[in-house]
């Protein structure tokens, strides 16, 4: 399912003093197969966006009240956003928005917040009951127990513990296990790795790619962290007040420190690294992962390794 959202812009609270603009018409094509990657300094609107692509925001004309704007005499048509994911047309008030949901998993900030059943089982299969109603209870006991394992959690020995007894971590597990039951293509996740440790970050990050492909095609992350981008996506978006600066992979992206820096934001250890090394006339070539990076050292050191 590709996704492709033309001209969305989007306003907190409109016509009132509180009045926030979100969005301001972004476009962006996110093709399926894709790690993708969402930056931006904070309040840069990538939550409003990310929100949009299961419909927890609806675009206007996707309202029951909507009404086409009109073209006004000798003025340029007015723009009309628009948003599809796979065969959903989000725009269309005849958008089966249950289906979407099934098929684009939204996993928010600190999704452990949200847990609230007395065992690990009962929380995975809340979101699996939500959507299959008529599954038989073999299935999906099946379905949790995958789940469970697919996360990085003995089943046996987590499913009737209180997730609440859980590390922080592994709560979160629970948590994406939770929306990740039902298979969805789609599998959005909005500040992944956000107050974990290092070592609980990295476990995050090794969960997302298990799951990416075979588990869900597209995985779409929010995240402020740049050696993470570089590290995992295959292109990365950046988000500056409400509109987007750029869409790129990051081996061209992190190659623009001096605009990235005007926009608040930071560029990974191995852009630094090779800001540091061209500054002793040292050009290095990589597309700025770990692995990239030390590859293109040694490459210019003659091959030791
Ligand atoms: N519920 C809300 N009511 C009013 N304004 C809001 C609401 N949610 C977000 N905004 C405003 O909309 C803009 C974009 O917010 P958004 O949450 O999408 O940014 P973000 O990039 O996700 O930020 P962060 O990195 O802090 O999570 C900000 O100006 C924010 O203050
Ligand atoms: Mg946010």
Request: charged share 25%.
């Given at each position: 399912?590709?996704i492709?959202?033309?001209?969305?812009?989007?306003?907190y609270?409109?016509?009132?003093?509180?009045?926030?603009?979100?969005?301001?018409?972004?476009?962006?094509?996110?093709?399926?197969?894709?790690?993708?990657?969402?930056?931006?300094?904070?309040?840069s609107?990538?939550?409003?966006?990310?929100?949009h692509?299961?419909?927890?925001i609806?675009?206007?004309?996707?309202?029951?009240?909507?009404?086409?704007?009109?073209a006004?005499?000798?003025?340029?048509?007015?723009?009309?956003?628009?948003?599809?994911?796979?065969?959903?047309?989000?725009?269309?008030?005849k958008?089966?928005?249950?289906?979407?949901?099934?098929?684009?998993?939204?996993?928010?900030?600190?999704?452990?917040?949200?847990?609230?059943?007395?065992?690990v089982f009962?929380?995975?299969?809340?979101g699996?009951?939500?959507?299959?109603?008529?599954?038989k209870?073999?299935?999906?006991?099946?379905?949790?127990?995958?789940?469970?394992?697919?996360?990085?959690?003995?089943?046996?020995?987590?499913?009737?513990?209180?997730?609440?007894?859980?590390?922080?971590?592994?709560?979160?597990?629970?948590?994406?296990?939770?929306?990740?039951?039902?298979?969805?293509?789609?599998?959005?996740?909005?500040?992944?790795?956000?107050?974990?440790?290092?070592?609980?970050?990295?476990?995050i990050?090794?969960?997302?790619?298990?799951?990416?492909?075979?588990?869900?095609?597209?995985?779409?992350?929010?995240?402020?962290d740049?050696d993470?981008?570089?590290?995992?996506?295959?292109?990365?978006?950046?988000?500056?007040?409400?509109?987007?600066?750029?869409a790129?992979?990051?081996?061209?992206?992190?190659?623009?420190?001096?605009?990235?820096?005007?926009?608040?934001?930071?560029?990974?250890?191995?852009?630094?690294?090779?800001?540091?090394?061209?500054?002793?006339?040292?050009?290095?070539?990589?597309?700025?992962?770990?692995?990239?990076?030390?590859?293109?050292?040694?490459?210019?050191?003659?091959?030791?390794?």
């Amino acid at each position: 399912m590709t996704i492709t959202a033309e001209h969305l812009s989007y306003v907190y609270h409109p016509g009132s003093p509180f009045a926030a603009k979100a969005l301001d018409d972004v476009s962006l094509t996110i093709e399926e197969g894709e790690f993708f990657g969402i930056i931006g300094h904070t309040g840069s609107g990538k939550s409003t966006f990310v929100k949009h692509l299961n419909g927890l925001i609806r675009l206007p004309s996707s309202q029951k009240h909507y009404k086409k704007p009109k073209a006004k005499k000798g003025m340029p048509s007015p723009v009309v956003p628009s948003l599809k994911v796979g065969e959903y047309d989000l725009s269309s008030r005849k958008t089966d928005f249950y289906g979407l949901r099934k098929k684009v998993g939204m996993v928010f900030q600190y999704p452990e917040a949200q847990l609230f059943a007395e065992t690990v089982f009962e929380d995975v299969a809340f979101g699996l009951k939500n959507f299959e109603r008529d599954m038989k209870e073999k299935e999906t006991e099946a379905a949790v127990k995958a789940a469970i394992e697919v996360v990085g959690l003995d089943y046996a020995a987590v499913k009737d513990v209180s997730p609440f007894d859980l590390s922080g971590g592994q709560k979160r597990r629970v948590a994406i296990a939770g929306v990740i039951v039902t298979k969805p293509e789609i599998l959005v996740l909005d500040e992944p790795a956000a107050g974990l440790d290092p070592l609980g970050k990295k476990e995050i990050m090794a969960l997302l790619h298990r799951l990416h492909g075979d588990w869900c095609k597209t995985v779409v992350i929010v995240s402020h962290d740049m050696d993470e981008i570089a590290e995992n996506c295959t292109r990365a978006a950046v988000f500056s007040e409400g509109k987007i600066v750029y869409a790129l992979p990051p081996k061209e992206l992190f190659l623009k420190a001096d605009e990235l820096f005007a926009l608040g934001l930071d560029i990974p250890l191995t852009a630094k690294l090779r800001l540091a090394l061209l500054k002793r006339g040292i050009e290095t070539d990589c597309d700025f992962t770990v692995d990239s990076f030390v590859d293109a050292v040694l490459k210019k050191r003659g091959g030791a390794s």
